[in-house]
């Protein structure tokens, strides 16, 4: 959980002290609403997601998966702050945040601590992170990500990566 609030405060801190790559009147006019589907990922298997641009630099998102296999449900998502150094289109990701859901089945017990009995269900909250590269026009459009999207959950890090693509709406 340390790491968490370390990446988080050191990413609120990069994007308040530096100024965006777009420094021009075009800036006001940042597309800021982005929909993507993504693979893998801070969603385990798949997420559908919403992206909101605070600025050139920041980002937050949230998510939705459900996962139902073999009697294991999980349902829930993401929600990241995200830090977008770079220039124009060409950012680099550095996010953190918590991968939020409701799951049923002994067989996540290893993985989040929890030992809901058959039947049952139990809510979770695992810190997750994101360390990527995005591709993302200011004025919107056609909308890339690819990154390495661990999942630390009871001091453990499960190795993720996610391919995500959709589109920023034009404001």
């Known amino acids: 959980m340390l790491i968490i609030q370390r990446v988080l405060a050191i990413s609120i801190f990069f ?3 530096l100024p965006g790559g777009d420094v021009n009147a075009q800036s006001t006019k940042l597309a ?9 990922g801070n969603g385990w298997i798949y997420s559908v997601n919403a992206d909101y641009r605070l600025s050139q630099n920041l ?23 995200t830090f977008l150094p770079g220039w124009k289109a060409h950012r ?18 290893a993985h989040f ?10 809510g979770m909250a695992t810190p997750t992170l994101s360390v990527g590269y995005r591709y993302q026009q200011s004025e919107g459009g056609l ?11 009871g001091g453990d890090w499960s190795h993720w990566a996610g391919l995500g693509a959709g589109y ?4």
């Open 15 to 17: 994007a308040a002290v």
């Open 32 to 40: 800021r609403t982005t929909v993507f589907g993504e693979a893998g």
């Open 59 to 81: 980002s937050v998102r949230a998510g939705l998966t459900a996962i139902e296999a073999g009697g294991i449900g999980l349902y829930g998502g993401p929600l990241l702050v």
């Open 92 to 109: 680099a990701e550095m996010g953190a945040g918590m991968l939020l859901g409701y799951l049923a089945n002994r067989s996540f017990e």
């Open 113 to 122: 601590g929890s030992d809901p009995e058959p039947g049952e269900a139990n």
């Open 143 to 153: 909308f890339l990500r690819v990154a390495y999207t661990p999942v630390i959950a």
């Open 168 to 171: 920023t709406f034009p404001r």
